[in-house]
Structures are given as C-alpha cells and as structure tokens.
C-alpha cells in the first residue's frame, strides 16, 4: 500500500501501423494504460496525424452484448465475468454469424414461450372453476349427469373444450359435464348434438361432485407441470448453447475494449501514434510489452507527471484488498490529488475509532461481526447475488465495526449491556447513570464528552498535519505555513485549545494569562493577513500572476477577515462536533440502561424477550446512526482540513481494473 | 397543517422516483431491444423486475399487463397512504379512473361472453377482480347470465344508478360505445365532486387539471365523431363532458351545428390549438391518429410544467400519476409490439 498516491508517467508512443494490432492486444492485456488523446502536439504535427474510423460499429458490438446477456439471463446463467477474457482469442468478430446464431435462439425461445403461454391460459381456465367450486360457487357452474347417446363422450370433450369444459365418465352409461354457467348458451347447443340425455339421480350427482374435483386437480397439476416443464426446456435451450454465447460475448467485449483502444489512436501514413499514463512501477513492462508486440520497430517516449500540469495526472491509489470499504468510502467522496497523501488508512482507523467509541458492546459488535462475516461469505460464494439492504461493502464493513465495537465494548466492560467482566478502561455505563466508583477514570458525562473533544481534537490536527505534508510536497510552501490549515492555523487552534481548557480548569472563571498567549495571537493574525502578500511575490517571482499590487491589497482585507472568522468559528465548531461522538455513546449506554431496567421489571421470559428485543433495537438503530455519524465526521471535520477532492481518477483500459477504478 | 407539511415528503419522495424512472430509462431500453427476450432481460434490472417474472413464468404478455395494472394501483395507495387527510383521501378517489376502465373491461368481456356467445376462459383471469375504490363485485358480474346480473354486481357503488339506463336489448343493438362515455362521465362527476375537499389553491389546481383534459377529450371527441364518423348534432353532444372551455365555447356550438358533411376539424382546433400545426393532407384516419397524438403531446406537456411549478400541491401527485401512466402505457404498447414483431420506428410512431 502506498501512503501516497503512485507516481505517473506519460507514455508516447509510435508504432508501425502493420504492428499496431498486436499492439493493441499487448496493452489490452496488461490494463494498465489510461490513455489520453494526442493534443499536446504541436499543431503543424497534429494536422498530419488522422484518426481512423472503427471498421467495426461499437454501438453494433455493444448491442449484440446485449443481447448475448438477455439470453444468459433469460436462462438464469450467471454472465462470464472480465476476468475471462482472454486476449489471445480476439478475432474478427463476425457480427452477421452472430446476429444468425442469436436469432435462432430467439425463435426457439419466443416458440417455447408461446406454447408456455397456451399451457398458462389454460391453466387460469383450470383456476377460474377450481376456485368456484373450492368456494362453492355453485351459481357459477354447472353441473350435469347424463348420458351420450350420439357419439363417445371422448369427442363431446374436444367439442366442448374452446369453453374449458370437462367430460368425466362416471360409469359406463354416465358421464358427467362440469362447465362454467355463462357458456352454457353455446354448451347446450352442442350437447343436444350429441343426443344428451339428463339423469337426476342423486347418488350420481354425488359421485360426479367428487369425479369433478379429482379431476380438476388433476388437470390443474399436469398444467403446472407442462407451465414449469416449459420453462425448464427455455433454460434448457440457453444452457445448451452456453459455451456459444460465452465464446460470442467474450469476443465482442474484447473488441470493444481493443477498439476503445484503438479510438484514441492517432495514425501518419505509415505509423500509429498513441499516449497515456502510467503507473511509474509498471512503466517497465509497458515499453516492453510495446517493443515486443512491435517487434522492436517503435519509438517509445516518457514524460514525467512533475513535467505537466499536476491536475492533468490521473491518481492512482492502491490499497490492499482488507482496506477496500474504506477506498471506497474516499472514492464516494472524491479523488485525491496527484502526490498526495492517500488518506485510506487515516480513514479506517479514524472511522473505526469513532464507531467503537459510539458503539462499544462486546456482544453487540459480535453481532456484527457475525452478520458481516456471513454476508460476504454469502456474496463470495453467490458472485451474481443481487445486492439487498446490506450491500457487498456494507458486510465487508461490518466485519471492521464488529471487531472495532468489540474493542471498545472490552474497554467499556459492556457484553450485551452487562458488565460481565470488568472494563480494561471505564465502565461507560457506570459513567453515565452516575454511579461510577471515584476511583474510575472517567465518572461522568463531563468526562466522556472530554474525552470525545481531545479525540476530535486529534483527529483535526491529523487532518493540518496530512495538509501540511500534502502542501510540502506540492511546494506549496505559503499556503503550508500561512494558511488558515497551514502552520499559523495550526497554531491559533492550538492556543485556543489552550486557552479553553485553562478557562474549564479554572472552573468556568477565567481565561488563562501566560504572557505568550497575546504575541503568538498577534503574530499569527499578521502572518494571515501578510499570506496573499507574500504570495503575490512569489507568484510574481514566477511568473504565475498578472495581478497588481492594488488588486491583492484590495482583496487581503476580506480574504483576512473570512479566514479570521473562518478559524474562530469554524475549528471551534468542528472541535465541538466531536460531541456527538459522546452523545451517541451515551444515548447507547442509555438504551441499553432502560431495556435492562425493563427487563428487571417485568422478570421471566418475557423480561429475556424485552432484552433481545431491545438489543437488536439498539444494534440497527444505534448501529445506523453511529455508522452515518462517524462518516459525517471524517467527511466534514477530517477531509475539510486536507482533502481537496481536485484529483482525477485513473482509469486504463484493459481486461482487468485496478482497485482505484471501482467506482 | 401547511401544505409544506402536507407535501414536503411525498413530494421529495416522488421527484425522486421520477429522477430514478429518468436513470433508468427503460421504455428507451425496451424499444431498442431487437426482440421480446431481449425487451424482457431489459426490465430484469428495472423497478419492472416483476413483469419479467410474470413473463417467465407465464409466457404472456397479459400476464404482465396485469401486473402492471396491480403496480399502478399500489402507487395510488402508497401515495394516497403518505398524503393523509383529506388529500389522502382525493388520491384514493383518483383510483376511481382505474375503477371505471376496470369496469368498461369486465363489461365487455360479458359482452363478448353473453351477447357474442364467445369463450372468455382465462381473459377473465387477466381481469383485476379485487376492491379498486368501490364493492364492484368483479366475479359475479363477468359471470352474470343477464344485464340485470351485471347490475347487481355494481350495488352499492356510484354506477349502479346508471347501469339500469341500459338494456340488453339496447346494448345489442348500440353496442357499448355509449355506455362507456357514460361511465367516463361518472368518473369526472365523481373527481369533481371530490375537489370539493380539498383547500383552495389545490381545488383550483385539480378543477385547472381537470379542465384541462376535458378539454382535450372534448376536442377529440369532435374531431373524431363530428368530424370523421359524422354524427348527427344530438348525438354528437350527448357524448361531449358537459365541462370545460371547449364544451363551453361558441365555436364549438357552431361546429356542431354545422352540417355534419362540411365540418371542419382544422379550422376547429385552430381555435384552441394555434400553435400547433394546421391538419394536413393526410387520410381522414391518419388525420384523426395524428390529432390524438398531437392533443396526448399537449396534456403530456402540460403535466410536465406542473412539476416545474409549486412542488406543494396536489398538481405534483397529478404529474406524477399521470406521468406513472404514461410509462406504463408506453411499456404495455413496445411489449405488444415487440411480441407482434413490430420494428422499433414502428413502434416508436405508434407510441409517440
């Protein structure tokens, strides 16, 4: 893992344009190249070089893709993943062979799904009288005994069968018509053609109720059948022709991969021209990839990201796959800048420590943990699992705030509430219902929310210190030491840190009076007002400004006046945010004091159901709000200090992505 | 209670899921889908996963429609259920529309059953048979064996006074054409008398929205039964919403009462369209299609600007049904389409 983001270099590149397929494939193949446009040419160069239309339609590529995936999901497969891909494959794609193949396999379906739909209608058919007599609605139906004495009772059926009717033989004389009553104009008709006889015997009426219903069950189940039997034969067709399908959806992504490649490809009449960044480690193995795919006959050129505008570099940032819930969380805020601090690690255990402090319970953390570890198993061992509530990254997360909570829970002597064993810190519990023992660390309320602000404390200063790094290694040397979040910021919160916690020692009474206190102020609030001054020099130096004395000057009052008030209140606020660290705890210490006193109240099972009624009440609920606190803090408080967000992510094309490409 | 209250939530929920239906794009997805599987696969990661079930289970496209149908009633509830009070209480009137088309579509499936004497085996199935707004008794009416079992099966709702008007007799010689504008008018009664509980700028933007697409249906009905089927001038105003600027208007009284053969449908809607184009050198039902298209683009437009006005009244919950219907509509018609083998320009003409 890097503590920065990985140093960038600038390929250029020139190949024969015999070679450059070749090419392609060599770079497909390795990822790595976030390819830009040819522009920072000269322009009597640039007019030279001339793009190449595709020879293949992408919209048409990406459109038979599609319709390769409908089918595989039609047929419940999973799709084949990039990591399949295989480079070596790439061939033509015969788009016309494809189209023949994927039509066929359409009809076959749409023919299945037709005959599915017959065996549907007549199925609902089935339902319809099965419900009427289920709920005996004997004025929807009509029933009949009698006899057929022209004709089989076979044939009856087939007449009678466009109106849904059943003909049950009941003996060898008997048959009896089961049929809905709002046909019966265009039944009775056809049963006089067949010579239909009525027999009111009761003892028959009986027994043709019972035939009746065997029979519509057994109908009903031979039509689920046959409904389900299609849809098996559907999954049937598209599984037999997976490896088809596969073989077709692998060839047309990699030529779309190889033709997005070949989309930023600039040619001369000979030679193929192209540029992008690269990670500086893997430069190595790029320019080798290059000259053996070329067969040596390329010219390849490095520039370094210190050369070019910083804000032009791509940032790529690695972090080991066991950190990727907290890329993830950078990466949905915004990329760092190009050389600076990848702030991940920061994050983790700023996020972690907060949670902990919010939600510390051994046994409730376990709970997390738990969920976490068989959510991701979960995902892990169902790769097409559709994403619910707790998404892929939210498991993977609980597992951190599982162990985090555990932590602190120990800390705190808190199991599931109960002091089970005694707390290797303080009983935050104790602390808040004030009945703390005096020679506990922290007492009271007054002692969590203290030590809440120091921790918000350290997590500002961390937040100036990875500014004061990420300037340095900008050069940005002003703004580092004269900055509101540079060294003269860093030092006015300091000596209100001081003076406030002199002014809580004092009782409230008074503020503290060291002689330094007022010089340092007084220095600091010059050195802020001097910052766009001494900026303007040094910009002038050069050569970075046409801005005149008069428009600085003009400028620095209410620059120094918003950042005079940006210090005061705004590191006084984000100081005091820190209390809802506190807060939270104490809500949860809360909770969890008043399911307990319910339970010892009303005693027995119930008062157990009470209690893990009110854990899993105080795990979702708590859980959820510490987790979106800790996240506000470390966006608000924590990046606001350091992290610009002015960075541009780096993306190469390629058949795998690199871990700063999630997003 | 402020009618920030009142719609502040629902009304942030609703952009919402319009911003998602906007994402999501689907009936863009549906029409280029060359074939039904690949319409179907397109709705698998959709708010329209259901339908693709439905799909997959059945093999029909009723099937779905169905499905849609329970969707849109779901949606009047749940909005109906977050609105509360009184404006609850008119969105769930609003269902009384689904109720009346519900109704038109068990009617005629009796019809086809006792009048045509044709099989309606498993079309009755497709048929939504639970309580829309009112007890209809959807099982027995589709089975009834007369009118007067029809009849029956709507006691207790607003409908069950009209029904009576008509006979069997009546019906096999009229058809349904008349009884169902009747019914349509039955529902604007009905909506009309339910603004009367709403507060004031709500009632006036329901009565405005109201008007607004009376006014469309009035002028269709003109063009399409003066103009091109050539009514007599009574019949022709018995079937207008007696409501409205186009019911109320001079012009079109004298359109009426213009010979039925020198009727003029586009010197009729220069009177309330004029901005739209003059009707052109088409076939009389080309002519007749292109105007409903045009009056559908102008209602489309004019719910499209509510939602750009105040976001707190009842015309966003208006916006967003109508909006919701719209694309139901659309999905309904490229489905059919697509299972008919319809190519996507086609489909795109029919549906606007």
Redesign the interface.
């Known amino acids: 893992m890097n503590l920065f983001t990985k140093p960038m270099r600038l390929l250029t590149a020139v190949v024969l344009q015999q070679r450059s397929d070749q090419v392609v494939k060599a770079l497909l193949q390795l990822g790595v190249l976030d390819f830009i446009h040819i522009s920072r040419l000269e322009a009597d160069q640039l007019a030279k070089l001339s793009s190449k239309p595709s020879t293949t339609n992408r919209v048409v590529l990406e459109d038979l893709r599609g319709r390769v995936e409908a089918l595989l999901k039609q047929g419940h497969l999973a799709l084949p993943g990039e990591s399949t891909l295989d480079v070596s494959l790439l061939a033509e794609p015969q788009v016309d062979a494809y189209r023949a193949v994927l039509d066929e396999l359409t009809q076959t379906l749409l023919a299945l799904k037709e005959r599915q739909k017959v065996a549907n209608q007549a199925l609902l058919g089935v339902e319809e009288m099965r419900r009427y007599l289920a709920e005996s609605k004997w004025q929807y139906l009509d029933l009949r005994v009698g006899s057929v004495k022209e004709g089989k009772s076979e044939q009856l059926e087939e007449k009678l069968s466009p109106y849904g009717a059943f003909v049950e033989p009941i003996d060898e004389e008997f048959v009896t018509v089961l049929s809905l009553r709002r046909d019966l104009a265009q039944i009775d008709p056809l049963l006089d053609k067949f010579g239909w006889t009525e027999e009111s015997d009761p003892l028959l009426q009986k027994q043709a109720v019972v035939l009746v219903r065997t029979r519509l069950e057994t109908e009903h189940q031979k039509l689920i059948d046959k409904r389900g039997e299609i849809e098996q034969s559907v999954k049937r067709a598209i599984a037999e022709r997976k490896e088809e399908l596969h073989a077709i959806w692998s060839n047309l992504r990699l030529n779309e991969l190889s033709d997005q490649i070949k989309s930023y490809f600039s040619y001369t009449r000979n030679t193929t021209l192209f540029s992008g960044w690269v990670p500086a480690d893997q430069a190595e193995s790029v320019r080798n990839a290059i000259v053996e795919a070329s067969g040596g006959q390329c010219v390849v050129e490095w520039t370094e990201a210190t050369e070019v505008p910083r804000e032009s570099v791509p940032v790529a940032v690695t972090s080991p796959k066991v950190l990727e819930p907290f890329q993830n969380m950078v990466n949905n805020y915004a990329t760092p800048e190009y050389g600076t601090v990848n702030p991940t690690i920061f994050v983790m255990i700023a996020y972690l420590s907060m949670f902990g402090l919010m939600f510390g319970d051994v046994g409730q953390g376990l709970v997390l943990l738990l969920v976490g570890l068989f959510g991701s198993r979960s995902y892990r061992r169902n790769p097409e699992k559709k994403e619910g509530l707790l998404t892929r990254n939210v498991t993977n997360l609980l597992v951190y705030l599982g162990l985090s909570s555990m932590l602190f829970g120990a800390l705190f002597g808190s199991y599931f509430g109960l002091p089970l064993l005694p707390p290797l810190w303080f009983n935050f519990e104790a602390a808040v219902e004030g009945h703390a023992p005096a020679t506990a660390l922290v007492r009271d309320v007054y002692g969590i929310l203290g030590i809440t602000i120091r921790f918000g404390i350290i997590i500002i200063y961390t937040g100036l210190v990875l500014n004061w790094v990420n300037l340095f290694r900008k050069k940005s040397f002003v703004p580092m030491l004269l900055d509101k979040n540079g060294v003269v910021g860093g030092v006015l919160f300091g000596t209100g840190i001081y003076m406030a916690f002199g002014f809580v020692g004092s009782s409230y009474r008074s503020f503290p009076s060291d002689p330094w206190i007022i010089p340092t102020l007084v220095i600091c609030l010059i050195l802020l007002f001097a910052k766009p001054y001494v900026q303007h020099f040094v910009d002038l130096k050069q050569g970075r400004t046409d801005k005149t004395f008069g428009q600085v000057a003009a400028g620095s009052i209410m620059e120094f006046l918003v950042d005079v008030l940006e210090i005061f209140t705004g590191y006084l606020s984000n100081t005091l945010s820190f209390m809802r660290v506190a807060g939270l705890g104490i809500a949860h210490a809360s909770l969890m004091g008043t399911f307990k006193y319910l339970q010892s109240m009303v005693g027995g099972v119930a008062g157990v159901l009470i209690f893990i009624a009110g854990n899993l009440l105080v795990i979702v609920l708590e859980g959820l709000s510490a987790g979106i606190q800790s996240l506000r803090l470390n966006y608000y408080e924590f990046f606001s200090r350091y992290f610009t967000g002015r960075g541009i992510a780096y993306r190469p094309v390629g058949l795998k992505r690199s871990s700063s490409d999630n997003r | 209670m402020s009618s920030i209250d009142t719609y502040g939530f629902v009304n942030a929920k609703m952009r919402a899921r319009l911003g998602k239906a906007r994402e999501e794009a689907v009936t863009e997805a549906l029409l280029?889908?060359?074939?039904?599987?690949?319409a179907?696969?397109?709705l698998?990661p959709t708010r329209y996963a259901a339908l693709a079930r439905s799909?997959?289970?059945?093999?029909?496209i009723q099937?779905i429609e169905l499905v849609l149908l329970k969707m849109e009633i779901a949606l009047y509830r749940e909005i109906a259920q977050y609105l509360d009070g009184v404006e609850g209480r008119f969105v769930a009137e609003l269902l009384g529309k689904i109720e009346i088309d519900n109704l038109k579509n068990s009617i005629r499936l009796w019809y086809s059953?006792?009048i045509h004497?044709r099989?309606?085996?498993?079309r009755?199935?497709?048929l939504f048979k639970e309580v829309i707004l009112h007890p209809v008794d959807w099982?027995a009416l589709?089975?009834?064996?007369s009118w007067d079992g029809v009849v029956e099966a709507t006691a207790n709702t607003p409908y069950h006074p009209i029904l009576p008007e008509y006979t069997e007799g009546s019906l096999r010689e009229e058809g349904l054409f008349q009884l169902e504008s009747r019914l349509d008018r039955v529902w604007y009664e009905e909506i009309r008398k339910a603004t009367a509980w709403l507060k004031k700028t709500d009632r006036q933007k329901a009565l405005e929205l109201l008007d607004q697409e009376i006014d469309l249906k009035n002028l269709l009905i003109l063009v399409r039964y003066g103009w091109y089927h050539r009514l007599e001038a009574k019949e022709l105003l018995s079937l207008l919403l007696p409501w409205g600027e186009v019911f109320k208007s001079k012009e079109v009284n004298r359109y009426i009462e213009t010979p039925k053969e020198n009727r003029s449908a586009s010197e009729l809607l220069s009177q309330f369209l004029p901005d739209e184009q003059r009707v052109g050198d088409h076939s009389a039902v080309e002519e007749v299609l292109r105007i409903e298209e045009l009056l559908a683009q102008n209602q489309k437009r004019a719910y499209r600007r509510l939602l750009g006005g105040d976001p707190f009244t009842i015309g966003v919950a208006l916006a967003y049904f109508f909006l919701n219907k719209e694309e139901f509509r659309r999905i309904k018609a490229i489905l059919n389409g697509k299972y008919y083998g319809f190519d996507e320009g086609y489909i795109r003409g029919v549906i606007g």
């Open positions: 280029r889908a060359p074939t039904l599987v690949d179907i696969a397109a698998r799909y997959d289970q059945s093999g029909d099937s059953s006792i004497r099989p309606i085996r498993h009755s199935e497709y099982t589709i089975n009834a064996l």
